[in-house]
């Protein structure tokens, strides 16, 4: 009988510093959307500045992703953990002081190109340090730690903005990084170790600056169209960025030929697997951000629920998801593609039984009365998504998991700005107009609904199946070269 390898307690170490880097990131935008309001009010600030608010956020953070993903890569993890939390956490800093709406986008910009640094670190590091016996706990605890974030931001966003602690307000919402992060940055100093790359590193520039000018020329108009009054006149330049992006796989081709490091791994989109799993990446994320910010919408403004009624209301949702998140890591070795459409089932019910309770019961809701479709949704959440990541990177080599990582994180960010853009333009557009905030999230949901349609298909369709024969036994698990001292 073989035994499993040890873990020594220096990696489980390294990994609570970039998991609770990762908290920070998926706390911050979940608890923002519940406490916009609060900070519109606090600010007098306009709806579009509040829209900055999320979009500066997400904006940034998509653009750095991939890039922050071959640095790691190239540079290895440390210095670039590193570098990101002490730049978030300056950053919230920066939001909690802000005195006007202009410098707090500012930070939450800073906010967003910081976490970019922090985000394709994880499973990276989950890779160098932990043997493949156990990288199954190790994804656990990051599932867990994402579920804990998904659910704490909500409720936390709504106490806080409630309470009005000290008399901060919404500030204390920025205010409660500084700890964690403070906490983070000493377990990454101590315990995170430094590799050494095998030769010095060619990066690619003009691939990152493609890259960036194509995500850019997407998101935007995604993200600022239906603010302009006519979005269909911006739409063209996604479009544009769509072109600009096409053309980064022949520029990647040549930098390889040249020796340099390329952007995008040159395996990345060979075959159908990553393809595909960032694909359902993408709808999955537009569906749930473009939820949670209609649906707060309509809960406040429409139905005249407070932050702190609105953050227990949803809560079912981020419990949820947080008890499948758990259920998900021994449950995906055993049924891996099945477990994925399982999920994307639950999903598109409890959208749908969300659908039907929210325009059925209209102006006389109650948090009751929509209690099965966010528990639907969220087991549906819970069950999907860290299999998806997992299942999804499982394949990539270990030279070019950053880069990986990275696009396949954008995916969802790009997803997350389109189905926002989508949503909210049908939602806004018919909320203003006779028919009101019941028949505005209909439609919404309505949309959210074909996206959940989308991902399922394309899992049971899209994604290749497994084979039948069982995987060779597990032998050796070499790793890249690491420092044998660790640094600090």
Known sequence: ??????????????????????????????VVSVAAPSIQDGLGASDAAVQWLLAGYSLAFALLLVTAGRLGDAYGRRPLVLAGIVAFTAASALCAAAPGTGVLITARVLQGLSAALLAPQIAPVI????????????????????????????????????????????????????????????????????????RAPRLDPAGVGVATAGLLLLLVPLVEGRETGRPWLVMPLALVGLAVLAGLAPLQRRAERAGRTPLLTPDLFRGRAFPAGASVNFLVMGSVASFFLVYVVHLQDGLGFSAKETGFTLLPFALSAAVASGASVPLTGRLGRRLLEAGSVLMTLGTAVLLWLTVAQGSALRPLHIVPGLVLCGAGMGLLSPPLYNITLSAMSRGGIGSASGVFSTFGQVGNAFGVALVGSVFYGLSRGAAGSTTAIGWALACQLTMSLLALALLRFGLPRPPHHPPAPHTTDPKPTVRETLPG
């Open 1 to 30: 009988m073989t035994t499993r390898p040890t873990v020594p307690r220096s990696s489980w170490l390294a990994l609570s510093a970039v998991l609770l880097a990762g908290f920070l990131h998926t706390f911050d935008v979940t």
């Open 127 to 198: 890779i160098l340090l932990f043997p493949q016996p156990r990288r199954g706990a190790a994804f656990g605890v990051q599932a867990a730690v994402i579920a804990a974030a998904t659910c704490s931001g909500p409720v936390l966003g709504g106490l806080l903005a409630h309470a009005d602690l000290f008399g901060l307000g919404w500030r204390a919402v920025f205010l409660v990084n500084l700890p964690v992060g403070a906490i983070a940055l000493v377990l990454a100093a101590l315990w995170l170790p430094a590799e050494t790359p095998a």
